[in-house]
């Protein structure tokens, strides 16, 4: 699969700050999915990017699909303890046959200290 | 249904054992996609159904796995001979037209002993 590579890998921030978390990949993708993940639980969908450029918000999350598409950024501001958890990206391509296959990146895991 | 349900939550099998991995998608997603997760990783493509067929089953470690979607609704995935290194937790999502708004289940935690 492709590989998309997240950074940092984690984080420990003070409750009320802001963070700022990438995803790289050495792929072009058509559309980018950001993701929360806590303990026994699947991804839990955050925002969706369908086009470069494209700034988003949802609530005090904001992400970014990068321009030359193999990039995007995540925001989110005035943490809250609830913030915890891995967060993952998401990229997703079409394939010569029209599949819209899904690659995830290594997880940032956020920490946030009261 | 209003998620994405997978059964079971968790399942225990012995090493050897032939194992069955149900995932229940959103009801009208045609996109169906399985992954595995292992602790600390992100998720790791398996297969990736379009409708009935599989669009990309690239991900499948080997041919000990293998998922099924007939209707092109329920899917399984099916593991023989399973091996310990086979333990993790796997996750199917479903999307309403291949692109895009994936939604996860829950997860199925598999453990070989």
């Known amino acids: 699969g492709q590989q998309l590579n997240q950074s940092p890998q984690s984080m420990f921030i003070q409750e009320g700050e802001d963070v700022s978390m990438n995803c790289t990949s050495s792929?072009?993708?058509?559309?980018w999915l950001w993701y929360k993940q806590e303990p026994g639980e699947g991804p839990v969908l955050l925002i969706a990017?369908?086009?470069?450029?494209e700034l988003t918000s949802n609530g005090r999350l904001t992400a970014q699909f990068g321009i030359t598409r193999k990039d995007s950024f995540l925001n989110i501001s005035a943490s809250i303890p609830s913030d915890v958890g891995i967060y993952f990206c998401?990229?997703?391509?079409?394939?010569?046959?029209?599949?819209?296959?899904?690659?995830f990146g290594t997880g940032t895991r956020l920490t946030v200290i009261p | 249904g209003a998620g994405v349900s997978q059964t079971p939550s968790n399942k225990v099998t012995e090493k050897g054992k032939y194992v069955e991995l149900r995932c229940d998608p959103i009801s009208g997603h045609t996109a169906l996609y399985w992954y595995r997760q292992s602790l600390g990783q992100g998720p790791e493509f398996l297969i990736y159904?379009?409708?009935?067929?599989?669009?990309?089953d690239s991900g499948l470690p080997n041919d000990r796995f293998f998922a099924v979607r007939p209707e092109g609704s329920v899917s399984t995935l099916k593991i023989q001979r399973t091996e310990r290194g086979d333990s993790a937790v796997y996750l199917c999502a479903s999307s309403p037209i291949g692109g895009g708004l994936a939604f996860f289940g829950q997860g199925t935690r598999l453990t070989v002993v």
């Open positions: 990017l369908y086009k470069a450029g």
């Open positions: 792929s072009i993708f058509n559309t």
């Open positions: 159904f379009q409708g009935t067929g599989a669009a990309d």
């Open positions: 998401a990229g997703q391509s079409s394939d010569q046959t029209g599949a819209n296959n899904l690659f």
